[in-house]
């Protein structure tokens, strides 16, 4: 049995890791490539707002046992994310539901609006399957919002127009019709009051780890390997392997953040720039995330603007196609041919999209496999 564990990486994943490890005796050493812990569910104080460094981090859940778990280490408030979108200055609100179908068609009733949707769909006219996601997002939803709220976020967000993109990237569009504007149909929702850093930081107390930041596995790569620590790697699979197989894609963020000499910007902390010329996808405001709370007078917004990844970008998001997929399973095969006693973990270890409940449970899980071996 391994008494001695190195975690590459602070964020979510290795931080529940290390925790759970800790408070079953292992000792663990947690390197962070950043200058400081937490991954992208980072938070720091700016004008006395938590600023959520890396992306609006909302925290949803269906799983009760995964909200009890995270509540151990901060209080949550009860923020509800119900963004809207503006297109061109025309403000609806999201998800799509009754008071979006109302600004735009002027109906007022359920029956009226599936009427006016079904409409949209036959006009369209499509036959066989959709070629595309343009297809796919007219098939499902008709034209006015695809045009308005859909397309033009969507071509930024891939950087591809949407008659290139594949269809599967829209399976199904989240359609309500209530006058409901919560975003996530989760029974368990919140922001941690006072940030997410917090949790991290109590995940990583324990007298059992020590944590070294601004220090990069793969400058000592050779020293890790050969010591006597299992390690734990939540960095990219394809850059441990040097890209030996070829380059999974991601997509990258940038983040422009300003403090504003104001009270209220937007009124609301996620807007949706839903137009093709605006170049950014969203504004975030953070304040409204727990409630206005901050600096009289100040507030703290983001511009984020997609980017296509380059070695050295952060890695935001995976880009599961068919390519990806299968590049993926032939790093896990060699992972497993070369480095049985190492463990992948996390967004970028597992190459997936893993929300933040998800990423606990599959830490969790990690946990498990340790002691059922
Ligand atoms: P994460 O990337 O956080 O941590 C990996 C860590 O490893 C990083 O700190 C990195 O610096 C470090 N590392 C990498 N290589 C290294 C090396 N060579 N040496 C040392 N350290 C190294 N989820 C949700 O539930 N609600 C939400 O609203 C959002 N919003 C959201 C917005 C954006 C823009 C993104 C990108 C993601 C979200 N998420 C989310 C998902 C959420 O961020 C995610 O579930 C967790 O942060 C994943 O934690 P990990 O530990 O797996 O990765």
Sequence with gaps: MQNNYLVV?????????????????????????????????YTKKIEGIQVHEYGAHIFHTK???????????????????????????????????????NKL???V????AKQKIEHQKKSFGLKGHPKNLEDQAISLIGLDIYNKLI????????????????????????????????YFDDPYQGIPIGGYTQIIEKMLSNKLINVKTDTDFFKKRSKYLSSDSKIIFTGMIDEFFDYELG????????????????????????????DFDTPFTRIIEHKHFEFGKGNKGKT???????????????PYYPINNKRNKKLYSEYVKLARERFPNVVFGGRLG????????????????????????
């Design 63 to 101: 799983m009760k046992d995964i909200w009890e778990y995270i509540n151990q280490f901060a209080n949550f408030n009860n923020y509800i994310n119900s963004p809207i979108a503006n297109y061109k200055g025309e403000i609806y609100n999201l998800p799509f539901n009754m008071n979006t179908f």
């Design 350 to 373: 597992q190459y997936r999209y893993y929300n933040m409940d998800q990423t606990i449970m599959a830490a969790q899980q990690a946990v498990k496999n340790e002691f059922e071996k």
């Design 300 to 314: 703290v917004i983001t511009h984020e603007y997609p980017q296509s990844w380059h070695r050295g970008d952060e």
């Design 109 to 112: 009733t359920p029956n009226d």
């Design 9 to 41: 990486g602070s964020g979510l994943f290795g931080a529940v890791f290390a925790n759970e490890m800790a408070k079953r005796g292992k000792k663990i050493t947690v390197i962070e490539k950043r200058r400081h812990i937490g991954g992208n569910i």
């Design 151 to 182: 397309k033009g976020y969507t071509e930024k967000q891939w950087g591809q127009s949407a008659k290139e993109l594949p269809a599967f990237i829209i399976r199904r569009l989240p359609v309500r019709f209530t006058y409901d504007n919560n």
């Design 247 to 274: 380059e999974l894609e991601y997509r990258s963020l940038r983040f422009d953040t300003e403090i504003l000499n104001e009270d209220n910007y937007q009124g609301n902390a996620v807007v949706n720039y839903t």
């Design 105 to 107: 068609w002027g109906v």
